[in-house]
């Protein structure tokens, strides 16, 4: 039963790598309502690394309404993952 959770474990965290990979690459995509797609699924994962990768973004998106919503979700990753540290 420990060895099936391990492995469960395992699994989990290289699906989890694979699909952050996929969704960082569509976070620059041609395509509007992948980038969409990829800021959804980042908006869910807080962390250092998705700050500097959305800082990154925003120096890219040439779309201003999605530059504002990638801004708004840096704006409160840093506040929340600052809360984090205290």
């Given at each position: 039963?420990?060895?099936?959770?391990?492995?469960?474990?395992?699994?989990?965290?290289?699906?989890?790598?694979?699909?952050?990979?996929?969704?960082?690459?569509?976070?620059?995509?041609?395509?509007?309502?992948?980038?969409?797609?990829?800021?959804?699924?980042l908006s869910?994962?807080?962390?250092?690394?998705?700050?500097?990768?959305?800082?990154?973004?925003?120096?890219w998106e040439?779309?201003?309404?999605?530059?504002?919503?990638?801004?708004?979700?840096?704006?409160?990753?840093?506040?929340?993952?600052?809360?984090?540290?205290?």
């Amino acid at each position: 039963m420990l060895l099936t959770f391990g492995l469960g474990t395992v699994v989990g965290a290289v699906l989890a790598h694979e699909s952050m990979g996929r969704h960082r690459a569509d976070l620059f995509s041609r395509r509007p309502l992948r980038r969409l797609s990829a800021l959804g699924y980042l908006s869910g994962h807080a962390s250092v690394e998705a700050v500097r990768l959305l800082h990154d973004y925003l120096a890219w998106e040439p779309h201003p309404i999605l530059r504002k919503r990638a801004d708004a979700m840096v704006r409160r990753m840093e506040r929340n993952l600052g809360k984090a540290r205290s």
